[in-house]
């Protein structure tokens, strides 16, 4: 059985009730000790600023069921490792976020739990994120978001490989000895005649 999951690096928490029904519209900013953090967290040599503006809207509740969706845009300024030359390459990340949050989706995480689960490839939209406690993490999703923006294999426009990689000395067929070699299979073919004629 598994531990209490870690406390997220950037956590916002912000209550899922009561919204306006216009939204509320919310700026987050990552303080220095959080950007180290999320900076071991996704791989990345630095993380000079993280940044977003949300609007959490409501959906309505039915049933008793909270849902909210959450909307805006994170910025971040990003150190990560050119993945040919190894060197420092600065970079800017601006992604527009769109989030579900439903009361629901807690319930039915704690119900399902070690349970099968089903995907629905022709489903419109992912399910919608767990309310937690009655609140909405802005700051991890957020994180989230910045992460699956990352380039898994950022390289510098200038930067080139040598030249082809080779995995070693290749013989051409065109050089002639190709005709003068026995077959692989000749051997197979001798050991076959002489079990048929012996």
């Known amino acids: 059985m598994s531990g209490p999951l870690p406390a997220p690096e950037f956590s916002r928490p912000i209550p899922a009730e009561p919204l306006p029904a216009?939204?509320?519209?919310?700026?987050i900013a990552a303080d220095a000790g959080e950007r180290e953090a999320l900076a071991a967290r996704f791989g990345v040599d630095?993380?000079?600023?993280?940044?977003?503006?949300?609007?959490?809207?409501?959906?309505?509740?039915k049933r008793g069921v909270v849902r909210v969706e959450l909307s805006g845009t994170l910025e971040a300024d990003v150190v990560q490792t050119c993945v040919v030359t190894l060197a420092p390459l600065p970079g800017t990340v601006t992604e527009s976020v769109r989030l579900r949050f439903s009361s629901a989706a807690e319930a039915e995480t704690d119900a399902d739990a070690g349970a099968a689960v089903d995907i629905d490839p022709d489903a419109d939209s992912d399910p919608p994120e767990p309310i937690v406690d009655g609140l909405i993490d802005v700051g991890?999703?957020?994180?989230?978001?910045?992460?699956?923006?990352?380039?898994?294999?950022?390289r510098a426009p200038d930067a080139a490989l040598d030249g082809p990689v080779s995995a070693g000395p290749t013989?051409?067929?065109?050089?002639?000895?190709?005709a003068d070699r026995p077959s692989p299979f000749a051997a197979l073919a001798a050991l076959k005649t002489r079990t048929n004629n012996g």
């Open 46 to 61: 630095r993380l000079d600023r993280l940044d977003g503006t949300v609007t959490l809207r409501p959906l309505g509740a």
């Open 171 to 178: 013989e051409d067929p065109a050089d002639g000895d190709e």
């Open 140 to 154: 991890e999703a957020l994180a989230e978001a910045f992460g699956l923006a990352l380039d898994p294999h950022p």
């Open 22 to 27: 216009e939204g509320r519209s919310i700026q």
